[in-house]
């Protein structure tokens, strides 16, 4: 295995640059690498926290990722993680999301890092799973690693295993200023990172011994809506064929203080919560009864957010190749056809 996450924080810029310098950008950066740094999944080793020199120009940056993704192999997974400043201009072709390095200037596009060029590293490395967690302004606007338009060369094709997941998901603001509902050094965090350290440190009450993204999404989400110091904006995640149950960071919670595992879910809203967090974990279960899986199908179709319609193709997928007998076929289609027209 030879996993890699590369953390990448410019805290400080030029005066006169106009943006502002953020000590607790700097403080996330560090807090992931050293959370990382204690995983088992990961370790000092797998993880690199660019330094102040490397972070101060898009060179410096997309250096250390090319060698990151170079070390990678087809079992692996290649994290990135920004925390900083994102900016986005309409007016430019191909209008896109910049990231911040330390030499950039408020108003000078040129002196940012385009996020296609991040993307087209990941896209490129060799690992099963590529991730990228944004915590910066206009991190909302960022699409799918795998998305649309299609482009020229590599970007030619559609990536599977890929994971966005980003500060913001209904606004183009994320803060800085820190959480003073977070303990310890995660209070000098930015908002997103100190919550989602918080999970990642100190693991989550779900049973399982690992982190999948299912779970992840869904313990940030938890963590920031009953946050009793502020109210934080919601985060987003978008996949493009990652599985939710794909395992990305061990569940640190000691195994005496998690929830026992579930018995088998009964209602189809009870289908819906289970298979939202891991949606391999309990499928092959859901896939005996097919008017059940009809009824889960429809649930998740009548969303509107991206990840139950994700969920709900992924699940009709595997139900049209496991019912192909037409009688099975019909009782999961009447169901599905029967609620989606109410």
């Known amino acids: 295995m030879a996993s ?56 410096g940056v997309m250096r250390a990722l090319q060698e990151a993704a170079d070390e990678t192999e087809p079992e692996d997974i290649f994290l990135v993680v920004y925390v900083g400043h994102g900016q986005y201009w309409s007016d430019l072709p191909g209008a896109q999301v910049h990231f911040s390095v330390g030499s950039s200037h408020k108003n000078e596009p040129w002196t940012w890092l385009s996020s296609w060029y991040v993307y087209r590293v990941m896209r490129r490395a060799r690992a099963k799973l590529k991730v990228l967690i944004a915590d910066c302004c206009y991190s909302n606007l960022l699409p799918q690693l795998g998305e649309e338009p299609v482009l020229p060369g590599v970007l030619g094709e559609l990536d599977e295993g890929t994971c966005v997941f980003t500060a913001v998901k209904n606004a183009n603001f994320a803060s800085a ?107 092959e279960d859901l896939l005996r009864d097919e008017r059940k899986t009809g009824d889960v199908v429809a649930i998740l179709s009548s969303r509107t957010d991206d990840a139950s319609r994700l969920l709900a193709r992924h699940i009709d997928a595997r139900a049209n190749k496991r019912f192909s007998e037409p009688r099975a076929f019909a009782r999961y289609w009447n169901q599905v056809e029967k609620a989606l027209r109410v």
């Not at 000098?188 to 999970?199: A, I, Y």
């Open 4 to 59: 890699r996450a590369v953390v990448i924080g410019p805290a400080a810029y030029a005066t006169g640059s106009g943006i502002d310098s953020h000590p607790s950008i700097g403080e996330s950066a560090r807090m992931y690498g050293e959370v990382l740094a204690g995983d088992a999944m990961w370790g000092a080793e797998s993880c690199r926290v660019l330094g102040h020199g490397e972070v101060q120009r898009a060179d």
């Open 177 to 283: 200023e820190g959480c003073s509902a977070l303990p310890g050094d995660l209070a000098g965090c930015t908002p997103f990172s100190g919550h989602l350290l918080r999970v990642l440190r100190d693991g989550t009450k779900d049973h399982e011994a690992r982190l999948t993204i299912g779970l992840l999404r869904e313990a940030v989400k938890q963590e920031m809506e009953s946050c009793a110091a502020a109210r934080h904006q919601v985060p987003r995640m978008s996949l493009n064929d990652a599985r939710d149950g794909t395992p990305l960071f061990t569940n640190r919670m000691e195994s005496t203080r998690r929830d026992r595992a579930p018995s088998l879910p009964v209602a189809p809203e009870d289908w819906v919560r289970t298979l939202m967090l891991d949606r391999d974990s309990r499928l």
